[in-house]
């Protein structure tokens, strides 16, 4: 695509969007261009104004168009549980199982020493402070089970062993509709290991 | 993610790209906004400045910023073969083997009945007048070997016949570096019907 500087930007561009390689980039140029003109310009200006607009929540660390969001601002939401997630991904996925009235803690990420991400970086002591407010009782740990995850947990789990708090953690298992032979050996293992007396 | 109208926003106007579904656009989402901002903030530049200023050269059809662009401008391309693809990422793969330095012809499309695209739609009639310039020997087919193009490509060849030109087409066949266990019967059989004569 040598005939267009500009063309080659917006390729390129498009590249820092996550899981997009050289040829998806290509592809999403030629659909706005060509066929969603409309789209790419709402995409602007969605970008301009999610920049513009955005920050963190104080208290749960979303994204959030005021100081505190409207969820945590929510005055019929149960204050005494905590719910630690690491993405607003993982809160909109819990939220839609609508089981769950406390509120949270978006960590916007998860430990990974590799990457150079520890305690500080993801600002762990904010959410020591949060959990410490007096009113939080209980501190639900539901990072994911990746490696990065349970490293988080486990470490979270330390920091507030201390405090006068429940810590718990979502539990693992075979997923529900699952079939043991399609479930994986590590999954049937942790199940088997933390099965549960039926009353 | 009802916390934020601003950022269901993003989301929804992520989702104008094509692939991208809900659950990938809220993750890109969340790493714009996080992760990298300042590919966010290019990402808008980019597409404001290509919606503004990126129109159809006029002569190829593909994307330029000039009314003719640096391809077309160019005078040490070969004027008398006109190669016709689908897309300016196919122009891009044809250009990537430099072996051809003649000129393109960008349909932004294929003909495609079910969803609404006829040769009017596609604007075939550019493209017979731009093959009928006088300079324009050979026409080379080159849209893609699916279903669609393969339509694409057999009008084109009915429209161009009643004229004085050479309208070749892309060779079909065992790709190379391609084992025949590994290929599909269909191409082996297009490759043993159009099998080349060793000379």
């Not at 839609?96 to 009235?101: A, E, S, V």
């Not at 949270?104 to 993801?122: C, F, K, T």
Request: net charge negative.
């Amino acid at each position: 695509m040598a005939a267009s500087p500009i063309l080659d930007e917006l390729i390129a561009a498009l590249r820092c969007l996550p899981g997009v390689g050289p040829r998806s980039a290509q592809r999403m140029a030629w659909h706005l261009l060509q066929r969603d003109r409309k789209g790419a310009s709402r995409l602007t200006q969605a970008l301009e104004r999610s920049l513009a607009q955005l920050r963190h929540c104080e208290r749960c660390n979303g994204f959030s168009e005021e100081d505190v969001c409207a969820l945590c601002a929510n005055p019929r939401r149960d204050a005494s549980r905590l719910c630690v997630v690491e993405t607003p991904a993982d809160l909109a996925m819990i939220e839609q199982t609508q089981t769950y009235d406390g509120l949270y803690y978006v960590l916007m990420g998860r430990l990974s020493p590799l990457d150079g991400i520890g305690p500080r970086e993801l600002g762990l002591d904010r959410l020591l402070a949060r959990a410490g407010d007096g009113e939080v009782k209980e501190v639900i740990l539901a990072t994911n089970f990746t490696n990065e995850g349970e490293v988080t947990a486990h470490t979270l789990a330390a920091l507030l062993s201390a405090r006068a708090l429940v810590v718990s953690r979502l539990s693992r298992g075979v997923p529900v509709g699952g079939e043991l032979e399609n479930t994986d050996i590590g999954t049937i293992a942790q199940a088997l290991a933390e099965r549960r007396a039926l009353s």
